[in-house]
């Protein structure tokens, strides 16, 4: 049986929004852009393996990482969200 905890609300209680942070200046330069790297997942060229590249900013630190086997491209999958919390997957 699902039983669901809901609270009726009518349209006589005002709903207060949260606090609202101001846009930033476009004039202020303190403020970094956000940036997100990915890292790549995609098949190697012979077709038998996963490569995982980190995102551009750690290239100089890790290398490229290659799975093989049944499960390689869940493996890399995981290896890329596991160790640099993103990635884009190219599945040809």
Same mark, same amino acid.
């Given at each position: 049986?699902?039983?669901?905890?809901?609270?009726?609300?009518?349209?006589?209680?005002?709903? =207060?929004?949260?606090?609202?942070?101001?846009?930033?200046?476009?004039?202020?330069?303190?403020?970094?852009?956000?940036?997100?790297?990915?890292?790549?997942?995609?098949?190697?060229?012979?077709?038998?393996?996963?490569?995982?590249?980190?995102?551009?900013?750690?290239? =100089?630190?890790?290398?490229?990482?290659?799975?093989?086997?049944?499960?390689?491209?869940?493996?890399?999958?995981?290896?890329?969200?596991?160790?640099?919390?993103?990635?884009?997957?190219?599945?040809?």
């Amino acid at each position: 049986m699902l039983h669901c905890n809901m609270t009726i609300t009518s349209d006589d209680d005002p709903i =207060s929004p949260g606090p609202v942070q101001p846009a930033p200046d476009a004039d202020d330069k303190s403020l970094p852009s956000p940036q997100v790297f990915s890292s790549k997942v995609y098949p190697s060229t012979d077709a038998t393996g996963w490569i995982v590249e980190p995102p551009r900013d750690l290239a =100089s630190v890790e290398d490229n990482m290659i799975f093989r086997g049944p499960t390689a491209r869940h493996e890399a999958l995981t290896y890329a969200y596991e160790k640099f919390g993103n990635a884009r997957f190219f599945p040809y």
